[in-house]
């Protein structure tokens, strides 16, 4: 018999990651009810959801994203909560920095999701104002998440990995930020590495890589990746 040397999530296990959230806390919830529909048909020992990552920026709905991360997790999996480049600027902003860069890459949309206006002139203002306005688990949600998770075969990261770097040898701001060198890189990683960051109108299935995130803020489309076994397949909201 011919052996299978496909990549394989861990026996008995069934992996669910999510991509690119970006304040759709709409499609967040549709996406969840999906989830929990699929893994109600599939009787595993062991359930996991990964979450890659830029929960906030862009979307309508930051703070319920994060209402529901933190307040209503899946019931029967396990929860990982992935740090993307935007929970990278927010939390920065919050110490004072990246204010500017922040605002220029829509966290203005996070601030009023919490009732905080933007201010073009005074960045310290309203990091002042978004300070007493964040609820502590919020916060704490945040400076918690996580850069990777490994699932068998499988890599989980918010941007990718650099190319030729040992996969326990890699720089945070990789993890958040790349795209090139490693999204035309074709050789092997060590792991198939599953991310987001890099917007798609359908999801990229590479030997070594596999990208999700479908545009949700605009395209209204949040995309999952489901892996059982040897197997791989999409959940997705419309769009």
């Known amino acids: 018999m011919e052996r299978d040397n496909r990549p394989r999530a861990p026996d008995d296990t069934i992996v669910y990651a999510i991509g690119d959230i970006h304040g759709r806390g709409d499609l967040l919830a549709e996406l969840h009810r999906l989830i929990e529909i699929d893994a109600r048909a599939r009787p595993v020992e062991r359930r996991v959801i990964v979450h890659l990552g830029d929960y906030v920026d862009r979307g309508p709905d930051s703070r ?78 945040l400076e918690g998440l996580a850069l990777e998770h490994r699932e068998g075969d499988y890599l989980f990261v918010h941007a990718g990995i650099r190319p030729g770097v040992p996969l326990d040898r890699q720089a945070p701001a990789d993890l958040l930020w790349i795209r090139e060198p490693f999204l035309g890189w074709t050789g092997d990683h060590g792991a198939v590495v599953v ?45």
């Open 64 to 141: 319920g994203v994060l209402d529901r991360l933190i307040g209503a997790p899946l019931a029967g999996f396990q929860s990982v909560h992935l740090k993307g480049n935007h929970e990278d600027l927010l939390l920065r902003f919050l110490d004072g920095g990246a204010g500017g860069i922040w605002l220029m890459n829509d966290g203005d949309a996070t601030l009023r999701s919490y009732g905080v206006a933007a201010d073009d002139v005074d960045p310290g203002k309203a990091q002042r104002a978004f300070g007493k306005r964040l609820p502590p688990a919020h916060r704490a949600f």
């Open 195 to 239: 991310h987001g960051h890099t917007p798609v109108p359908e999801p990229e299935m590479r030997a070594n890589r596999i990208g999700i995130d479908t545009g949700a803020f605009y395209s209204g489309r949040l995309t999952c990746l489901v892996l059982e076994g040897g197997g791989r397949r999409f959940l997705s909201t419309g769009g």
